[in-house]
């Protein structure tokens, strides 16, 4: 459950972060033609690069696995570029960008988003399970 939960917050942070550098940064177009598909390959991208490169970083570079969460959204981005007409990043202000105010936006909404919501409805959801198999 937690699982689902935390794609379904992935895709909207994601959805908000594209578009905010879309309308942010001169060097980032999103088409409305291929938003979804860029969302859809930014998100598994972001999702299957994430443990990969953790893994790298604490094999070969362990002082560096704090930042795997932004290389991860590096190469998400890069990732997403390459299908179709969905986002395209150009200039190297955009590419130095794009990847903080994208992964500031998923990491802390995300962070918010469990903290608030989630862990507070399992918690209303456990204890109302207990009580169901208390009476």
């Not at 994601?14 to 879309?22: D, K, P, Q, Y």
């Not at 088409?31 to 094999?59: C, D, K, M, S």
């Not at 002082?63 to 990043?89: K, Y």
């Not at 507070?120 to 959801?125: E, G, H, Q, S, T």
């Amino acid at each position: 459950m937690r699982f689902l939960f935390q794609v379904g917050a992935q895709l909207v942070l994601g959805a908000i972060a594209l578009v905010v550098i879309h309308f942010a940064l001169p060097g980032v177009t999103v088409h409305v033609t291929g938003f979804f598909v860029a969302l859809g390959v930014f998100t598994l991208a972001h999702a299957l690069l994430g443990p990969f490169v953790l893994n790298i970083a604490q094999r070969y570079a362990a002082p560096l696995a704090g930042g795997v969460g932004l290389v991860a959204t590096v190469l998400a981005l890069w990732v997403a570029t390459l299908f179709g007409d969905g986002i395209e990043i150009t200039g190297v202000d955009a590419w130095v960008l794009a990847p903080i105010i994208v992964w500031v936006i998923t990491a802390l909404g995300g962070w918010l988003f469990m903290a608030l919501f989630v862990e507070k409805w399992l918690k209303r959801r456990a204890t109302a399970k207990a009580i169901r198999a208390a009476g």
